[in-house]
């Protein structure tokens, strides 16, 4: 009889805890949708700011303008956070194909931290392979000196675009490396890239210590990789690259930009979400991050805007350097350890102003469950999936050095890599209302570790 | 032991029919991300047709292109349906506000089947209402002889975007009835819109038979809005509103473009999926209902191309005249009856070319549950809400005059009503992922009841 009232009490207990959490879940949404800031504020960033790659006085730009519009969101405390980044330059660049009988130039970008061609042109015969195996395959003869052109197509099959990423990437990351070795003077590739345009996406790739020489590589889109494919395919091509980038010596000061509302009961227990500052030097890193800085500041302006009293700390974190180096989110994990940070769980948001689906967890199975137990509330908002393995790159040092519960937000993966690292990557291309809604997601998972905890 | 036998061969049965159409799942998506040709076929009517207002030119072009593109997909056979349309006419237009001390242009569009002011300029002062109760409580002499302002906001609050068209619609459909009651001389609304731009958005309205006149009405989009709100709280604003439209005497010859591949086992059983061929003219139609269009053409395309054989008659229909009168709808319903045939279930397409989320179903909880259970089969092309009560306009005479189960395709809903009946649902806001994950749920769907039937 007893265990039967306290059975009967958890259960009200535990309907009139849902209760609640159901009125949270909408009383967060209905701000977000009715009074969020985080459109204007993306708008102000991509219009005012413009691209912010680490190191360059936009980027110096993009701090003031996190710290400003932190402290308007309502943040307790905003502060910034030294992180010293690596300065890749890029300067001009042009890359001309001779596909008929003259020279053309295509649309092409230099991959980001590659090694150009010191300004001076850089002209060869092309050989087309589709894959590494191709290359593996063919004498030295038909590849020294030659620039290869890696025709590795980003596969559409895949639903989840960020698996075709997945699959393709390591031609962009590491493709001079394979070919310095092979002789080749240098690289092109077809972009990491969904679109049915001809936008080259940047993005960046690394030198091997052990490689020959660090060989040029561009990327050009789709559209232009198809005529050279064609081009290739009917005989002879040359391209004459031409490009100034380089790596400068040293790092430069930067910072990651840092707002919490402190906790009511355990302030010294730290929820962290966060998106990255810096972008790559084109478009307007509107999706790719500009979004995600954007949703982590509502997040406290919502939460400050509808009275709520966090337990814990909640810590909203604008990256700097995820592009081409992760020195800002190094800088946070390095900062928590040396004064001892008791965090519960982080989570990144850097897959874009799209439609919320899901969050992926990287934590033990029993946190996943405990996450998962509250599937219902999300379903209102359209969000269904966690089953994801997923947590974020700025995130990825908190997790490895102290062993954090981490999770991403994962919106609509269709579009993203339209855009992605390409001058299209611009304000126009976020929905207001897509956008809004990642925030709302987010604002309700950390509403929900913040009640029910995480163990 | 005999009935666990049976037990364990039915368990072996069911799981080796769940694998095979997991497979078959596979197959569609691969076929449709790889090779549609819907996304071409949807820059070809956009471009080449471009808007379609039924009984235009234009529409009867968009009949040839139908046909056409049907064949091409490689339908067994493809007819046209007679379908006799109402013609409404634009016109020239203009509305004009004088919220400062001019009269200035502002974007606005005459309501679809509204008439005009006979090309004169219809000028007074306006009047502003935030919904149908304020107009209420107005006294006559407040009302009378003025341009009554209709300034009811789209709800952005509703997650479910069509929840807020729903919410609103009323304002644009029937206000002209509710103002002319009241001896007003003309009507603008705030555009059904989600939209932070100033796109109108046009769409259907209606006169009662009993109203004193027909008035204009004409929709102006949210930043016009915005301004005439903010004028109007000052002081005394005067509209003039000019236009030639109205609804021509009788109904011109149309046509449904049909096309179908015949079933191998049950041939008069039918199945049908569809969209529809007309649109509002401005714009190019892209998203309402171009996209539709294509998908239910490449439904035929894919399954065709991958060599199945399906058990039923699956037929693909661009309904013609679902904007402003249905025609197309009621002929395919009143037709299907005449020639008594058997049908099993019509899925439409109208709800935007965007990554779908569901299937809405209007059908018997046993049906609807007979599809709920292969929600795992739809999970991985991310497509997991059955719960909602949908079908489509077209088909609606379908579902009533045969007491048909119907279904709707229900793409994520967040930017439909940005594009929706105005000049910016052009190609160019349609992404060809996302439109063809749409193609592929609807070509699953219908795999899953040719094979396992709704009963």
New interface residues.
């Given amino acids: 009889m007893r265990s039967s009232i306290i059975t009967a009490t958890a259960i009200c207990l535990a309907l009139t805890s849902d209760a609640q959490d159901s009125v949270m879940f909408r009383r967060i949404?209905?701000e977000v949708?009715?009074h969020s800031t985080c459109?204007d504020n993306l708008r102000d960033l991509c219009k005012n700011v413009g691209h912010r790659l680490s190191g360059t006085p936009a980027a110096a730009k993009a701090v003031v303008w996190g710290e400003k519009t932190m402290k308007q969101a309502g943040a307790d405390r905003v502060w910034l956070q030294a992180a010293d980044v690596p300065c890749w330059y890029r300067g001009k660049e042009s890359l001309a194909l001779k596909m008929e009988k003259d020279f053309r130039e295509v649309p092409a970008l230099s991959l980001g931290n590659s090694q150009g061609t010191g300004g001076k042109p850089l002209e060869a015969d092309v050989v087309m392979v589709y894959n590494y195996e191709e290359l593996k395959a063919m004498p030295d003869n038909a590849v020294k000196g030659k620039i290869i052109f890696f025709n590795y197509r980003f596969r559409?099959?895949f639903?989840?675009?960020f698996e075709g990423y997945g699959d393709a990437v390591n031609y962009r990351w590491n493709s001079p490396n394979i070919a310095s070795r092979r002789g080749a003077a240098g690289v092109i590739i077809r972009s990491m890239s969904?679109g049915?345009d001809d936008f080259p996406h940047t993005g960046s790739m690394h030198y091997d210590d052990s490689i020959p020489k660090k060989i040029p590589e561009m990327a050009i889109g789709n559209q232009s990789a198809n005529a050279l494919e064609y081009a290739c395919k009917r005989g002879t091509v040359q391209a004459r690259m031409t490009s100034e980038c380089h790596m400068k010596e040293g790092l430069a000061h930067s910072y990651n930009v840092i707002g919490e509302i402190k906790g009511t009961e355990v302030p010294e227990r730290i929820i962290t979400v966060g998106g990255h500052l810096d972008s790559w030097d084109v478009g307007e890193g509107a999706h790719d991050d500009g979004a995600g800085c954007v949703q982590s500041i509502e997040v406290i302006r919502a939460l400050k805007a509808i009275g709520y009293k966090p337990r814990y700390t909640i810590r909203a974190v604008l990256f700097m350097n995820e592009e081409n180096g992760l020195m800002g989110g190094r800088a946070y994990a390095d900062s928590a350890i040396a004064a001892k940070e008791n965090h519960i769980v982080a989570i990144e948001t850097d897959a874009g102003g799209f439609?919320p689906?899901g969050i992926g967890m990287e934590m033990s199975d029993a946190r996943k469950d405990r996450i998962r137990q509250y599937t219902h509330l999300f379903l209102?908002?359209?969000v269904?999936?966690f089953s994801h393995n997923e947590g974020g790159a700025d995130i990825s040092p908190l997790q490895r050095k102290m062993n954090l519960p981490v999770a991403g937000l994962m919106p609509?993966s269709?579009?993203y890599f339209?855009y992605h690292h390409t001058a299209n990557d611009v304000f126009e291309n976020v929905?207001?209302?897509?956008l809004k809604?990642g925030a709302v997601t987010l604002a309700q998972f950390i509403y929900l570790v913040c009640e029910h905890g995480l163990d």
Same sequence: chains 1, 2.
């Fill in positions: 949404s209905d949708l009715l459109y559409q099959d639903v989840n675009s969904t049915e439609s689906r209102p908002y359209n269904y999936d609509d269709q579009r339209d929905n207001h209302r897509e809604l």
